[in-house]
């Protein structure tokens, strides 16, 4: 195998490991260096110990050193080994060793020194995974501080090189060309009237009968893959069509990755998994759907749920080199070449879609004081690491100063998420540690136990189940009951229900039916969700849910545990409490009163409360007229027509946002021992009044007056929400003697008169009173004068006295004058 590629560069990169001790290499895809790299630097002065290279999947792991033992005439498990969950081949011998990310930090952790190991290969680092992320920072860290000879490589067809060579340190970065096989892209465009597995059925065939080789054919997830399968079987009978993803037996997966020994073309339905570390030997032809399925945290749902997206151009390029790395290749892709550009070039890194609580809870342990300064490519955002810690803290791992407890340290231990791993420790103090291990593992390891929502029935059937991936998570659930045994002292504490025990991992997913169907619930942590009718679950009254899928408005519910009412009152007891409720109810404006006794979001029973806290009614009567405004409140005529004075003279004391962020203030006096909001008008005037202190109550006279002294001595309230501006209504008469138009506010603006007769009828409004004495005055009296003859209508209004009398009233008070 000297003619790979890679062989043309490995001097190069052996050099700079003996001068420097990290380095980055970049291949394409098939130049060999997921083989090649880590025996070559068995023989070197440095390399006195086992090298370690870190594979993205278990799959990945096990085919890469099965190959590379291969190639020196060994099995797996001498001189090259591997380390996955659910299997492990190794021995004394043993000097390279493949293993999963997480295996790798579960190793690092434990042995931040990693004695016996010479150097760390982290392969296909572009795939960005959380594991990997975490494994290259703590590998950088103990090689500044506890390790100056251990070697680091960084592996990738695509990373970007300067970017990690920078993380290491400015390493160096050596690139290999590769071998430049002929790869043809046939775009079949995209038919979304079609559902994906007809499409990929109907391109599969085409593929089979155009080209020759093998198929390897790339689709989101393993539903989608059955699917495609059965229709093939009816389409192609003759194809050896083969399933490759994490939940196919070692054997199935190996028919997928070699040659067919009888010489039968294969057709191979895999998921991201063959995307890349892989070499499926014999295939020649792609058949890309162009989908990618990923793990995405929900923030709202608290869930981990699968997401399905378009593919990345970086994951397209390496799906469709999967076709050309023996030979020349084709690789058809179902969407528009046109639309290739709009997809997004690299897949987005774990650290930033992930659910931290796992790489927390891992820092903490590491004794990480500022995760910040670490060697991050993407450091992990900091509002995600806030929550993290947040639920690490619920579940006693963590210390309210986010150090690391003594049953942190044990959960730490598990090699599983934190809240399965106090499950564990949690069944394991009352003797169920075999129990909740394999309960653990089922909603770890899809597949196992079958299909369904009903977790203790899927327990049971993986219980009777055969063949050597069900015989392997056994064997592995009951390692992980002894690990955890051997962290706990066992009280004599009774056992306690399954779903109890999953109530423990996940006490905000507890739900309660909310209908006889069986389709909505509630949960604990006030989240809904959905679960399909038909399920045996259905039925129910509890839930204990392990695991949904979808939006957070009704995710859909795929594993959980059924509970009964007794067990509830039981055994959740301590989660129950009484809480003092209160509700506003608008159709009868007041507030009620409840108290309640809940789990959580889940009302369990409500009676009215005869004693509500007074001050909490306080608070709740504020609340609500911030949240509905202070139309809310009866204000009268004057403390309406205050709010308006204030607004004109521009004191923001009343304004109706001020107002309302003082509520506490103003309001606050006037609720005591109420329970609506029916206060007196004049209290509610008084109260908006005293929030203006003395100059700024000049202010509002001088600026804003409350009313219009007329020449006759009669008062006019000033109306200041007038849509002409301040406007004041009065009999004409008032304004006798008055030659100079009235005006308020600073600088002066005039008052809009608005004029009327004896009578209270409208004559004119004006803002011109000069003008309007001199002009249409004249028209006013023709007039005025036959309706209200008693009345004066004088030529000269402007030189006249004031008064409202009539003309005999006002003619017998002046002879008396």
């Given amino acids: 195998m000297s003619d790979l590629p890679i062989h043309a560069v490995l001097p190069d990169l052996l050099a700079a490991l003996r001068d420097r001790k990290s380095a980055v290499l970049i291949a394409p895809p098939g130049a060999g260096k997921t083989t090649a790299v880590a025996p070559s630097l068995l023989n070197q002065p440095w390399c006195t110990g086992q090298v370690i290279v870190l594979s993205p999947r278990r799959v990945a792991a096990r085919a890469a050193a099965e190959r590379m033992a291969e190639l020196i005439g060994e099995e797996a498990g001498q001189t090259?080994?591997?380390?996955?969950?659910?299997?492990?081949?190794?021995?004394?011998?043993?000097?390279?060793?493949?293993?999963?990310?997480?295996?790798?930090?579960?190793?690092?952790?434990?042995?931040?020194?990693?004695?016996?190991?010479?150097?760390?290969?982290?392969?296909?680092?572009?795939?960005?995974?959380?594991?990997?992320?975490?494994?290259?920072?703590?590998?950088?860290?103990?090689?500044?501080?506890?390790?100056?000879?251990?070697?680091?490589?960084?592996?990738?067809?695509?990373?970007?090189?300067?970017?990690?060579?920078?993380?290491?340190?400015?390493a160096p970065v050596v690139e290999s060309e590769g071998k430049a096989h002929s790869l043809t892209v046939k775009w079949l465009g995209a038919r979304p009237d079609v559902k994906i597995e007809a499409a990929m059925a109907s391109a599969i065939q085409t593929a089979w009968r155009e080209e020759t080789g093998d198929i390897l054919a790339f689709l989101p997830g393993v539903a989608q893959i059955e699917r495609t399968a059965d229709l093939l079987a009816g389409r192609l009978p003759q194809a050896l069509v083969l399933p490759l993803h994490g939940q196919v037996e070692p054997v199935?997966?190996?028919?997928?990755?070699?040659?067919?020994?009888?010489?039968r073309r294969r057709i191979v339905l895999a998921t991201s998994i063959a995307e890349t570390s892989l070499t499926l030997d014999g295939v020649s032809v792609v058949v890309d759907a162009g989908l990618s399925r990923r793990a995405e945290f929900d923030k709202a749902a608290g869930v981990t749920r699968l997401v399905t997206t378009r593919a990345s151009q970086a994951s397209a390029a390496q799906r469709a080199g999967r076709a050309a790395r023996q030979g020349p290749g084709v690789a058809y892709r179902l969407w528009e070449e046109a639309a290739h550009a709009g997809r997004p070039a690299f897949d987005p890194p774990e650290v930033v879609t992930s659910d931290l609580s796992p790489l927390a809870l891992t820092l903490a342990q590491w004794g990480a004081g500022d995760p910040a300064a670490m060697a991050w490519l993407d450091p992990p955002p900091a509002a995600a690491m806030a929550a993290a810690r947040a639920s690490l803290q619920a579940l006693r791992a963590l210390d309210h100063e986010d150090r690391i407890s003594a049953h942190g340290r044990a959960m730490a231990r598990l090699p599983m998420e934190p809240a399965l791993a106090h499950m564990l420790l949690f069944a394991a103090e009352r003797g169920q540690a075999e129990q909740a291990a394999r309960l653990a593992l089922l909603l770890q390891e899809r597949g196992l136990g079958g299909r369904g929502e009903d977790l203790a029935r899927r327990l049971d059937r993986w219980a009777g189940e055969r063949g050597s991936r069900a015989e392997g998570s056994r064997k592995l659930a009951a390692r992980w009951a002894q690990m955890a045994l051997k962290l706990v002292v066992r009280g004599k504490i009774p056992e306690v229900p399954l779903a109890v025990l999953l109530a423990e991992a996940f006490p905000d997913r507890i739900a309660r039916a909310r209908g006889a169907s069986g389709e909505e619930w509630l949960s604990s942590g006030g989240r809904g969700y959905r679960l399909d009718p038909a399920s045996p679950l259905a039925t129910a009254k509890w839930l204990v849910i392990g695991d949904a899928q979808g939006e957070a408005k009704g995710a859909r519910i795929t594993a959980a545990i059924a509970l009964e009412d007794e067990e509830v009152t039981r055994h959740l007891s301590h989660r129950i409490e009484e809480r003092h409720s209160l509700a506003w109810n608008a159709s009868e404006g007041r507030v009620e009163a409840r108290l309640e006794?809940?789990?959580?979001?889940?009302?369990?029973?409500?009676?009215?409360?005869?004693?509500?806290?007074?001050?909490?009614?306080?608070?709740?009567?504020?609340?609500?007229?911030?949240?509905?405004?202070?139309?809310?409140?009866?204000?009268?005529?004057?403390?309406?027509?205050?709010?308006?004075?204030?607004?004109?003279?521009?004191?923001?004391?009343?304004?109706?946002?001020?107002?309302?962020?003082?509520?506490?203030?103003?309001?606050?006096?006037?609720?005591?021992?109420?329970?609506?909001?029916?206060?007196?008008?004049?209290?509610?005037?008084?109260?908006?009044?005293?929030?203006?202190?003395?100059?700024?109550?000049?202010?509002?006279?001088?600026?804003?007056?409350?009313?219009?002294?007329?020449?006759?001595?009669?008062?006019?309230?000033?109306?200041?929400?007038?849509?002409?501006?301040?406007?004041?209504?009065?009999?004409?008469?008032?304004?006798?003697?008055?030659?100079?138009?009235?005006?308020?506010?600073?600088?002066?603006?005039?008052?809009?008169?608005?004029?009327?007769?004896?009578?209270?009828?409208?004559?004119?409004?004006?803002?011109?009173?000069?003008?309007?004495?001199?002009?249409?005055?004249?028209?006013?009296?023709?007039?005025?004068?036959?309706?209200?003859?008693?009345?004066?209508?004088?030529?000269?209004?402007?030189?006249?006295?004031?008064?409202?009398?009539?003309?005999?009233?006002?003619?017998?008070?002046?002879?008396?004058?």
């Fill in 80 to 170: 090259i080994g591997y380390v996955t969950r659910l299997d492990a081949k190794r021995s004394a011998k043993t000097r390279v060793l493949v293993v999963t990310e997480a295996i790798f930090v579960s190793t690092i952790l434990n042995d931040p020194e990693l004695q016996g190991v010479s150097a760390v290969l982290f392969d296909e680092a572009h795939e960005r995974h959380l594991d990997s992320d975490l494994g290259l920072a703590l590998a950088v860290e103990a090689q500044g501080v506890l390790r100056e000879d251990l070697r680091i490589v960084v592996m990738s067809a695509t990373i970007d090189g300067s970017r990690f060579a920078a993380l290491l340190g400015d």
């Fill in 252 to 263: 199935g997966q190996r028919a997928a990755i070699r040659r067919d020994p009888q010489g």
């Fill in 597 to 817: 006794r809940r789990l959580g979001a889940i009302v369990l029973a409500r009676v009215p409360d005869p004693k509500p806290d007074p001050d909490a009614v306080r608070a709740k009567l504020i609340e609500v007229v911030r949240e509905g405004g202070l139309g809310l409140l009866p204000l009268g005529d004057s403390a309406k027509a205050l709010i308006v004075r204030a607004g004109y003279a521009g004191l923001a004391a009343l304004s109706e946002s001020a107002l309302l962020e003082s509520l506490e203030e103003w309001l606050g006096p006037l609720l005591g021992g109420r329970r609506d909001l029916e206060i007196g008008a004049g209290r509610l005037h008084e109260a908006l009044l005293n929030l203006l202190d003395w100059n700024e109550r000049q202010t509002l006279d001088r600026l804003a007056p409350a009313e219009f002294r007329s020449p006759a001595g009669t008062g006019h309230a000033i109306d200041y929400g007038h849509e002409g501006g301040p406007c004041v209504e009065l009999r004409v008469q008032a304004l006798f003697g008055l030659e100079k138009h009235p005006c308020v506010g600073q600088p002066p603006r005039s008052l809009l008169l608005s004029l009327t007769s004896p009578g209270g009828k409208p004559i004119q409004t004006t803002a011109d009173l000069p003008g309007f004495w001199r002009g249409s005055w004249r028209d006013v009296v023709k007039d005025m004068k036959g309706r209200y003859p008693k009345h004066r209508w004088p030529d000269e209004p402007w030189a006249e006295d004031p008064s409202l009398k009539t003309k005999n009233a006002f003619n017998a008070q002046k002879g008396r004058a």
